[in-house]
């Protein structure tokens, strides 16, 4: 629930903190006096648009703070986007006069996007003119599906895939030609480097193979070269002066002396060492003529596999290690074709996909057959109660055109604002009071089941904890506002509600009664907020009834009123004025 709303500097806000209870709270005040406006800055701090229009006259930048208890349904979702979970959830937002806007959730910057999300669980607002959106089609097939518990997304997803199932299908019928085209230039393509058969490593390997074969006689004469300066394995080397002689002869000089000087001895043995590796080095080198002659045949079968690569390379304007890639790419695109070419396996994935759809729509349908009777039977209930006695609503479901991302069936809601009278189309009512009740019982027995912003199947455990009516009530009065005010304070005993309202039924019925009053300061109009109690409230009530002129009857109807609505004319508010 909205535990606290701040502004400062807010359209004719300068400074204002708003601590509505639990339960059913109005707000009240004279026409112009800004009782909306409290609603307006909370949709701004729940991501609504805002320009620079808001910012009061004079300031720098407005600034609106709302404080709710933290709902478990969004704790995973603020540890997601790095925002801090607390016990509360504060949102704050920033415009300044030139226009740009910030936003913070707990302290950490934020997106206007996320604000718009973190509401989806904290507030459903319903205006003055909520009908107009209960006449359109995806509003009403929402509120029924969110009734139902249906999940709407799977039907959705079968649709995009049947959709696109038709689209595969129609290309490859009006593109067959082409595509068949093209399925013979990548076979053509491909058969050439197939043809090649180029191995993932092969590149690198033939141009360390044919630089070897291409420097043979230089590698044997340098190896030949190494072997009779450190060895006498070469018959034509010169013994006595070879490295391992040398090294062999060093040690032996030593060893002789070493007696005398132990540290000689150490010198000998790094020399007898050194004469183990040189003796090693030479058998290598010795293996390594063994094997080694110039091999002009294979030179030649390599520079011809080069050329091949080169040139296929060159072709298709790619470098050479590129070719075994290339030729996985355009094996990939032609199977991709065959499968866009082969119309029967079309046909069957788009039968398959039509059945897919059918299935899933089938389930939406037989949801939606079971819910919206319950839903039009509670509607039903609450026009009686707003005056509308006789009057009957009803949901029809008629089948769509086609398969349709939401359904087989279009739901549209239908009312009989009278007994005997034949239900038709919302749209079509044409009373404003009418329309204003029927939105009334639609809202008040919706939000009492599921809540308008929870998503549907999550209604028990998502729906938001705080309703606002901003105005739905204009259009009626007498015994239909008593009617409101009872179904207002219903709703409050598990959920917060919060109303602006100019009823005095309705008021007389809250738990919290605020009132929002026009001051003048330095030639300057601002908007302040008061919690009323007591005398106070009476006289607020009174008002409301009979206009700026109390008299004794109208306050000794204001406390009637009062006692019989269940309000509390001397509870104490938390409230204080800023």
Same mark, same amino acid.
């Given at each position: 629930?909205?535990?606290?709303?701040?502004?400062?500097?807010?359209?004719?806000?300068?400074?204002?903190?708003?601590?509505?209870?639990?339960?059913?709270?109005?707000?009240?005040?004279?026409?112009?006096?800004?009782?909306?406006?409290?609603?307006?800055?909370?949709?701004?701090?729940?991501?609504?648009?805002?320009?620079?229009?808001?910012?009061?006259?004079?300031?720098?930048?407005?600034?609106?703070?709302?404080?709710?208890?933290?709902?478990?349904?969004?704790?995973?979702?603020?540890?997601?986007?790095?925002?801090?979970?607390?016990?509360?959830?504060?949102?704050?937002?920033?415009?300044?006069?030139?226009?740009?806007?910030?936003?913070?959730?707990?302290?950490?910057?934020?997106?206007?996007?996320?604000?718009?999300?973190?509401?989806?669980?904290?507030?459903?607002?319903?205006?003055?003119?909520?009908?107009?959106?209960?006449?359109?089609?995806?509003?009403?097939?929402?509120?029924?599906?969110?009734?139902?518990?249906?999940?709407?997304?799977?039907?959705?997803?079968?649709?995009?895939?049947?959709?696109?199932?038709?689209?595969?299908?129609?290309?490859?019928?009006?593109?067959?030609?082409?595509?068949?085209?093209?399925?013979?230039?990548?076979?053509?393509?491909?058969?050439?480097?197939?043809?090649?058969?180029?191995?993932?490593?092969?590149?690198?390997?033939?141009?360390?193979?044919?630089?070897?074969?291409?420097?043979?006689?230089?590698?044997?004469?340098?190896?030949?070269?190494?072997? @009779?300066?450190?060895? %006498? &394995?070469?018959?034509? $080397?010169? #013994? +006595? *002066?070879? /490295? !391992?002689?040398?090294?062999?002869?060093?040690?032996?000089?030593?060893?002789?002396?070493?007696?005398?000087?132990?540290?000689?001895?150490?010198?000998?043995?790094?020399?007898?060492?050194?004469?183990?590796?040189?003796?090693?080095?030479?058998?290598?080198?010795?293996?390594?003529?063994?094997?080694?002659?110039?091999?002009?045949?294979?030179?030649?079968?390599?520079?011809?596999?080069?050329?091949?690569?080169?040139?296929?390379?060159?072709?298709?304007?790619?470098?050479?290690?590129?070719?075994?890639?290339?030729?996985?790419?355009?094996?990939?695109?032609?199977?991709?074709?065959?499968? @866009?070419?082969?119309? %029967? &396996?079309?046909?069957? $994935?788009? #039968? +398959? *996909?039509? /059945? !897919?759809?059918?299935?899933?729509?089938?389930?939406?349908?037989?949801?939606?057959?079971?819910?919206?009777?319950?839903?039009?039977?509670?509607?039903?209930?609450?026009?009686?109660?707003?005056?509308?006695?006789?009057?009957?609503?009803?949901?029809?479901?008629?089948?769509?055109?086609?398969?349709?991302?939401?359904?087989?069936?279009?739901?549209?809601?239908?009312?009989?604002?009278?007994?005997?009278?034949?239900?038709?189309?919302?749209?079509?009512?044409?009373?404003?009071?009418?329309?204003?009740?029927?939105?009334?019982?639609?809202?008040?027995?919706?939000?009492?089941?599921?809540?308008?912003?929870?998503?549907?199947?999550?209604?028990?455990?998502?729906? +938001?904890?705080?309703?606002?009516?901003?105005?739905?009530?204009?259009?009626?009065?007498?015994?239909?506002?008593?009617?409101?005010?009872?179904?207002?304070?219903?709703?409050?005993?598990?959920?917060?509600?919060?109303?602006?309202?100019?009823?005095?039924?309705?008021?007389?019925?809250?738990?919290?009664?605020?009132?929002?009053?026009?001051?003048?300061?330095?030639?300057?109009?601002?908007?302040?907020?008061?919690?009323?109690?007591?005398?106070?409230?009476?006289?607020?009530?009174?008002?409301?009834?009979?206009?700026?002129?109390?008299?004794?009857?109208?306050?000794?109807?204001?406390?009637?009123?009062?006692?019989?609505?269940?309000?509390?004319?001397?509870?104490?508010?938390?409230?204080?004025?800023?």
């Amino acid at each position: 629930m909205l535990r606290r709303l701040a502004l400062r500097d807010f359209v004719i806000v300068e400074a204002l903190e708003f601590e509505p209870g639990a339960g059913f709270s109005v707000l009240t005040g004279e026409t112009g006096a800004g009782k909306s406006i409290l609603v307006d800055a909370l949709q701004l701090a729940l991501g609504a648009r805002g320009d620079a229009v808001v910012v009061r006259e004079g300031a720098a930048r407005a600034e609106i703070g709302a404080e709710f208890d933290s709902p478990p349904a969004l704790l995973s979702w603020l540890d997601e986007a790095g925002f801090e979970a607390q016990d509360t959830l504060l949102l704050r937002r920033v415009i300044d006069a030139q226009g740009k806007s910030r936003a913070w959730i707990n302290g950490s910057a934020a997106t206007i996007a996320q604000l718009r999300e973190a509401a989806a669980h904290l507030v459903d607002i319903h205006g003055q003119h909520a009908w107009q959106g209960l006449t359109r089609p995806a509003v009403v097939r929402a509120l029924l599906d969110a009734h139902a518990g249906a999940d709407t997304a799977a039907v959705a997803q079968a649709w995009a895939g049947w959709k696109a199932a038709g689209a595969a299908l129609h290309d490859a019928r009006t593109k067959q030609a082409d595509l068949e085209r093209e399925r013979e230039r990548l076979a053509w393509q491909l058969g050439e480097i197939d043809r090649l058969a180029p191995g993932d490593d092969e590149w690198e390997a033939l141009n360390t193979e044919h630089s070897r074969l291409s420097h043979a006689q230089a590698l044997i004469d340098a190896a030949q070269a190494a072997l @009779a300066m450190i060895s %006498d &394995a070469d018959s034509n $080397a010169d #013994a +006595a *002066a070879n /490295a !391992d002689t040398l090294a062999g002869h060093a040690a032996d000089a030593l060893d002789e002396v070493a007696a005398h000087d132990p540290q000689l001895g150490q010198v000998a043995e790094v020399l007898r060492s050194a004469q183990a590796l040189l003796q090693d080095a030479a058998h290598t080198l010795t293996s390594y003529l063994h094997r080694t002659e110039p091999d002009p045949d294979e030179l030649g079968r390599l520079d011809e596999r080069l050329a091949a690569w080169v040139g296929l390379a060159r072709r298709y304007h790619r470098a050479p290690p590129e070719l075994p890639a290339l030729a996985q790419q355009w094996r990939t695109e032609l199977k991709a074709l065959d499968a @866009a070419t082969d119309l %029967d &396996a079309l046909d069957r $994935a788009l #039968a +398959a *996909a039509l /059945a !897919d759809y059918r299935r899933e729509a089938k389930k939406l349908t037989q949801a939606r057959r079971r819910a919206a009777p319950k839903l039009a039977d509670a509607v039903t209930q609450a026009l009686q109660q707003l005056g509308m006695a006789g009057g009957r609503f009803e949901i029809s479901l008629a089948p769509s055109d086609g398969p349709q991302s939401f359904g087989d069936e279009s739901p549209e809601f239908l009312v009989a604002g009278h007994a005997g009278s034949t239900p038709r189309p919302l749209a079509k009512v044409a009373s404003g009071g009418e329309l204003s009740r029927i939105a009334l019982a639609i809202a008040v027995t919706v939000t009492a089941t599921t809540g308008q912003g929870a998503p549907a199947g999550e209604a028990g455990d998502a729906r +938001a904890g705080t309703l606002i009516f901003d105005e739905i009530d204009a259009g009626i009065g007498g015994a239909v506002a008593e009617a409101v005010g009872r179904l207002m304070k219903q709703l409050g005993r598990d959920r917060q509600v919060l109303a602006v309202t100019h009823l005095a039924q309705v008021a007389a019925s809250a738990d919290e009664h605020h009132v929002v009053a026009k001051t003048m300061r330095d030639g300057a109009t601002l908007s302040t907020l008061q919690a009323v109690v007591g005398e106070a409230r009476v006289a607020e009530i009174a008002r409301m009834l009979g206009g700026e002129r109390l008299s004794g009857t109208s306050l000794a109807h204001a406390q009637e009123m009062l006692e019989g609505g269940g309000g509390k004319p001397n509870a104490r508010n938390r409230l204080q004025r800023q």
